[in-house]
């Protein structure tokens, strides 16, 4: 599997393909996940997310494609070097009538060596060292997401894939999992993150890969995406809005502007670098015509709605900046 000259991959995936009876979940995904970067995973729903993350662990197979893994095909069997790896796909499954401490040790007991110091490292990481002793029947939805964020860090993997990993948290545990994933990538580790809180992957994640219906629309860091995909909204005078549009479609291009529908006239958005809006404003003048308004930018949410045909999910609000985890 070909990448070209860059940084080195971590998880790569070409062709991939996998149906359910009559239905395609994936049709031909191709991702490129760099090294020490956290990736956002994001699609609707039903577009392929966590069959992709089961095929990426071994849980199942695709019909056809290839898998790449730290810079060597993953091929059926190839248990060990899942030791490589660290998961947390879908909800986090424990024995109820364990502590915490105890189902991180049997967890580690069926891996890679892992001794007792690295599972007390990894409660306290997690804020969970108080409640180790704790049967795990007792704990929140948000306490065993956190444990099982520990659970796929047991064998120090190189390369860690989360599903959902917010579920459950409260916005100063999300902002305590934000901080603990980046310093991950910042120590040379890859975090994959499948996630529908668009604005915490906004803040949390590098580089993202946006899917629908099983296939690749758009990746790249989150800069260049939203840069490159920018809008900006003028509102000029509702009887000016048809010669403000031929206006900018000599600077933007003949499709770049659009007249927005709504409860206040005269609203236009226009695809294009919001850096540049001060050239949409010059060209509008040039036309005898001036802006009263001038939005600029593009948040990921607007953009994810864009790219996969503004089909719903479910997405937040920014968290508050927070130490350490919660809930």
């Known amino acids: 599997m070909a990448h070209g000259s860059g940084s080195t991959v971590a998880l790569a995936t070409e062709g991939l393909r996998k149906r359910y009876g009559a239905r395609v979940a994936l049709d031909g995904l191709d991702l490129r ?28 197979h695709p019909d056809a494609g290839r898998v790449e893994v730290l810079g060597r ?12 790896v660290g998961s947390l796909i879908e909800t986090p499954s424990f024995y109820p009538f364990l502590s915490g401490r105890e189902n991180l040790r049997a967890i580690a007991a069926s891996g890679a060596p892992t001794s007792d ?5 990894l409660l306290r990481l997690v804020s969970l060292g108080e409640r180790a002793r704790d049967r795990v029947s007792g704990y929140s939805l948000g306490m065993k997401q956190r444990l099982g964020i520990a659970a796929a860090l047991l064998s120090d993997p190189k390369l860690l894939l989360l599903d959902e990993p917010a579920n459950g948290l409260d916005p100063a545990g999300i902002a305590g999992m934000r901080d603990t994933l980046r310093s991950l990538a910042a120590t040379g580790k890859t975090v994959l993150v499948s996630s529908h809180i668009l604005s915490e992957v906004q803040q949390l994640a590098d580089v993202v890969g946006i899917i629908a219906n099983g296939r690749l629309v758009r990746e790249g860091t989150i800069a260049d995406l939203l840069r490159h995909e920018g ?13 403000a549009v031929a206006a900018l479609a000599g600077l933007a291009g003949p499709d770049a502007a659009s007249i927005e529908r709504g409860p206040e006239a005269g609203w236009i958005a226009v695809r294009f670098d919001p850096s540049r809006s001060a050239e949409l404003n010059r060209a509008l003048a040039a036309a005898g015509i001036f802006a009263g308004r001038i939005e600029t930018g593009t948040s990921l949410e607007a953009l994810f709605l864009e790219l996969t045909a503004g089909q719903p999910n479910v997405v937040g609000s920014p968290v508050p900046q927070s130490p350490g985890w919660s809930s």
């Open 73 to 84: 095909p993953f091929r059926r069997g190839d248990r060990r070097r899942l030791f490589q």
């Open 117 to 121: 110091a690295r599972v007390e490292e």
């Open 33 to 60: 996940v760099p090294s020490g970067v956290v990736y956002g995973f994001l699609g609707p729903n039903g577009a392929g997310k966590t069959t992709t993350m089961r095929i990426l662990t071994g849980l199942i």
């Open 231 to 243: 809008t900006v909204r003028l509102r000029v005078a509702p009887d000016e809005v048809a010669g």
